[in-house]
């Protein structure tokens, strides 16, 4: 009776552990997929004086001011590349910060989820489409 009992066990865990299994994987690829997707949505252009970053978690979004400068402000936009040119399509509201030089400015990546819909629809890439300066100098895609 007791090799019975065993055998019941075994098998009623199998059956429980097998559906968790699973879901568990379902859940970890669609997230990391997820994840991915949306870091690729993004498009880092090489004259910003704003780098975007993700964290290792891929949760948040880092600014990093690369320049010399003291960041007072940024736009993102939607941008598809043209041959060699970038066409701005569509541009989001001015973020006011305060950045000194080599600071990271960290957002949640789901502020820019809506976004990167709309800008995936367009077949376009957010980025960093302007930069204004505590000097008053400002940086544009061009």
């Known amino acids: ?20 299994a699973i879901v568990s994987f379902g859940m970890n690829r669609t997230g990391k997929s997820h994840q991915v997707e949306f870091q690729q949505s993004w498009l880092n252009i090489p004259s910003s ?6 964290s290792p978690s891929k949760r948040d979004m880092e600014l990093f001011n690369r320049s010399s400068g003291h960041v007072t402000g940024y736009r993102i936009g939607c941008v598809r590349e043209v041959g060699q040119r970038l066409k701005v399509l569509r541009k989001l509201p001015v973020v006011q910060t305060n950045l000194e030089t080599g600071t990271v400015l960290i957002s949640s990546v789901t502020v820019y989820t809506d976004s990167v819909g709309r800008c995936t629809r367009d077949k376009a890439k ?17």
């Open 49 to 54: 004086p704003l780098e975007i970053r993700f």
């Open 126 to 142: 957010l980025a960093v489409v302007e930069v204004s300066f505590r000097d008053g100098s400002l940086w544009r895609v061009k």
């Open 1 to 20: 009776m007791k090799n019975k009992n065993r055998g019941h066990r075994k098998i009623l865990t199998v059956m429980i552990a097998i559906p968790i």
